[in-house]
T-cell receptor, first 114, second 112 residues
Framework: GDSVTQTEGPVTVSESESLIINCTYS????????LFWYVRYPGEGLQLLLK?????QKGSSRGFEATYNKETTSFHLQKASVQESDSAVYYC???????????FGTGTRLQVLP | GPKVLQIPSHQIIDMGQMVTLNCDPV?????FYWYKQILGQQMEFLVN????????KSKLFKDQFSVERPDGSYFTLKIQPTALEDSAVYFC??????????FGKGTRLTVV
């Protein structure tokens, strides 16, 4: 079936350090999956951070970016310099454009130290 | 931004009783979803719903589960009867197109 594997948390980094959260996917039933990163800040609901629907393209938002790599089936999330306010749980996900069904990874808890 | 509202945020129910989880989707959205997340596990797709019908459901969507959106009001997930293993956080979501899905904050269901 379709699945997403991401860096197991928690991940702890200091403010202004760089960050990478790895994500790989397997899309057996979806020919051209859409790829997403969702984020859940403490006390908040899940919200979309960025999405890419075309292989080879890069998505970016709030200083985060991720590139849809079809060859390596990866969609790693990166940020050059994290802030304490980035502390949250990050979910990599894939989706089918025709049904909008979303398959989530297990989530990676990020803690940024001041 | 657009918000999906879930009411209540926490519900406790006796095993064997019926429970209805309510979701107020984003206005004008046409696609609706439920996801289930057991504590410590990943969020998993249950069902999606469009034009008054279930489009797709996972194996987690047991016969005891049903969904409906009567008269364009709340989108509901009903579990009847409930079982202990139904304890989880249930997330509602809605979308209006094929790229962005908006999620609620979830309803924590505890079956005792």
């Amino acid at each position: 079936g379709d699945s997403v594997t991401q860096t197991e948390g928690p991940v702890t980094v200091s403010e202004s350090e760089s960050l990478i959260i790895n994500c790989t996917y397997s899309a057996t039933s979806i020919a051209y999956p859409n790829l997403f990163w969702y984020v859940r800040y403490p006390g908040e609901g899940l919200q979309l951070l960025l999405k890419v629907i075309t292989a080879g393209q890069k998505g970016s938002s709030r200083g985060f970016e991720a590139t849809y790599n079809k060859e390596t089936t990866s969609f790693h999330l990166q940020k050059a310099s994290v802030q304490e306010s980035d502390s949250a749980v990050y979910y990599c996900a894939l989706g089918a454009s025709n049904t909008n069904k979303v398959v989530f990874g297990t989530g990676t808890r990020l803690q940024v130290l001041p | 931004g657009p918000k999906v509202l879930q009411i209540p945020s926490h519900q406790i129910i006796d095993m064997g009783q019926m429970v209805t989880l309510n979701c107020d989707p984003v206005s004008n959205h046409l696609y609706f979803y439920w996801y289930k997340q057991i504590l410590g596990q990943q969020m998993e797709f249950l069902v999606n719903f469009y034009n008054g019908k279930v489009m797709e459901k996972s194996k987690l969507f047991k016969d005891q589960f049903s969904v409906e959106r009567p008269d364009g009001s709340y989108f509901t997930l009903k579990i009847q009867p409930t079982a202990l293993e139904d304890s989880a956080v249930y997330f509602c979501a809605s979308s209006g197109d094929n790229t962005e899905v908006f999620f609620g904050k979830g309803t924590r269901l505890t079956v005792v």
